[in-house]
T-cell receptor, first 113, second 112 residues
Framework: KQEVTQIPAALSVPEGENLVLNCSFTDSAIYNLQWFRQDPGKGLTSLLLIQSSQREQTSGRLNASLDKSSGRSTLYIAASQPGDSATYLCAVTLRDSSYKLIFGSGTRLLVRP | GAVVSQHPSRVICKSGTSVKIECRSLDFQATTMFWYRQFPKKSLMLMATSNEGSKATYEQGVEKDKFLINHASLTLSTLTVTSAHPEDSSFYIC????????FGPGTRLTVL
């Protein structure tokens, strides 16, 4: 059974810091891995999607890497801003006919001004 | 593109009543839609997979008679919480799939 874990559960940093969020998964048979952002009481915003054949994806100040063999992904946020404060969720898509997404428990990020 | 809407965004109901939540893909057709439930400060838990024209597939532990899912068209799936109770209060989120899943904004259900 696929399990997704995110560390740390919560993180508080001063504005301007570069930071890394971690995601690990137990089964390397994935179709892709996604990082999402969720603001309180809101839905999900997709940040980056990495296909299983890819090693990383970049969008602006965000960079996500994928090491399928070790079951790990990292989300790197450069020059953090207070507007980055949110919960970040990673999720893997199962490589079976269901295309189900299995979510991690999330990292709650607070960027202090 | 790939916009998914949910209606209503918030609903408050009395215990024992039924509540219907709609999930629509606005600019694409989705043969598969997913329904998730999220408790405060917790992650999303998949409730069921909804396929157009067929019965939904429920995850283990989800009562199919409690959470009725209908996927009548390629752009609409509905989740009905029947005989709602306070423990059904939660944030419900749907997604529509085009290989990648696109998420709706969620519905906050409060059962008094």
């Amino acid at each position: 059974k696929q399990e997704v874990t995110q560390i740390p559960a919560a993180l508080s940093v001063p504005e301007g810091e570069n930071l890394v969020l971690n995601c690990s998964f137990t089964d390397s048979a994935i179709y892709n891995l996604q990082w999402f952002r969720q603001d309180p009481g809101k839905g999900l915003t997709s940040l980056l999607l990495i296909q299983s054949s890819q090693r990383e994806q970049t969008s602006g100040r965000l960079n996500a890497s994928l090491d399928k063999s070790s079951g790990r992904s990292t989300l790197y946020i450069a020059a953090s801003q207070p507007g980055d404060s949110a919960t970040y969720l990673c999720a893997v898509t199962l490589r079976d006919s269901s295309y189900k997404l299995i979510f991690g428990s999330g990292t709650r990020l607070l960027v202090r001004p | 593109g790939a916009v998914v809407s949910q209606h209503p965004s918030r609903v408050i109901c009395k215990s024992g009543t039924s509540v219907k939540i709609e999930c629509r893909s606005l600019d694409f057709q989705a043969t598969t839609m997913f329904w998730y439930r999220q408790f405060p400060k917790k992650s999303l838990m998949l409730m069921a997979t909804s396929n157009e024209g067929s019965k939904a597939t429920y995850e283990q532990g989800v009562e199919k008679d409690k959470f009725l899912i209908n996927h009548a068209s390629l752009t609409l799936s509905t989740l009905t919480v029947t005989s709602a109770h306070p423990e059904d209060s939660s944030f419900y989120i749907c997604s529509a799939s085009l290989e990648e899943q696109f998420f709706g904004p969620g519905t906050r259900l409060t059962v008094l």
